[in-house]
Nanobody
Framework: QIQLAESGGGSVQAGGSLRLSCLASGRAFSTYVMGWFRQAPGKEREFVAAINWNDNSTYYTDSVKGRFTISRDNAKNTAYLQMNSLKPEDTAVYYC?????????????????WGQGAQVTVSS
C-alpha cells in the first residue's frame, strides 16, 4: 500500500508552465503504473497521462499531447507532470494515482491509490 501527495499546483496565465509532483510513501513505488487525472468544475474526472512501471513508456490524452510530459524518479518515489503551453481549459484539480502493473490504464477504476488533488488555474 502507498500514499500519494501532490504538490506544485497554482495559478498561471495562458501560455505558462507548471510542474506537478506526486510523492509516494510506502514500498515498491517502482512497481506501480503512475497516472495523472483531472477534474474541471462541473465535469467528470478524466485521464490525462500515465507512465509504465517497467519501461517508462508513456501515454496521454489527445488534448495534452505535445504540451504535457509525465515522468518518474523511482529513487525519489516521485512522479511528475510537466505542463507547458497551458490553456484556460486545463483549469482543474489534478490528481495523481497509482495502479498495479498493467498496460494502457486510462480508467479511474484501474487505479488503486489516489492523492488528494492539486488545483491548477489558468487565466486568459
Amino acid at each position: 500500500q502507498i500514499q500519494l501527495a501532490e504538490s506544485g499546483g497554482g495559478s498561471v496565465q495562458a501560455g505558462g508552465s507548471l510542474r506537478l509532483s506526486c510523492l509516494a510513501s510506502g514500498r515498491a513505488f517502482s512497481t506501480y503504473v503512475m497516472g495523472w487525472f483531472r477534474q474541471a468544475p462541473g465535469k467528470e474526472r478524466e485521464f490525462v497521462a500515465a507512465i509504465n512501471w517497467n519501461d517508462n513508456s508513456t501515454y496521454y490524452t489527445d488534448s495534452v499531447k505535445g504540451r504535457f510530459t509525465i515522468s518518474r524518479d523511482n529513487a525519489k518515489n516521485t512522479a511528475y507532470l510537466q505542463m507547458n503551453s497551458l490553456k484556460p481549459e486545463d483549469t482543474a484539480v489534478y490528481y495523481c494515482a497509482a495502479a498495479s502493473p498493467g498496460y494502457y490504464l486510462t480508467k479511474e477504476r484501474e487505479y488503486d491509490y489516489w492523492g488528494q488533488g492539486a488545483q491548477v488555474t489558468v487565466s486568459s
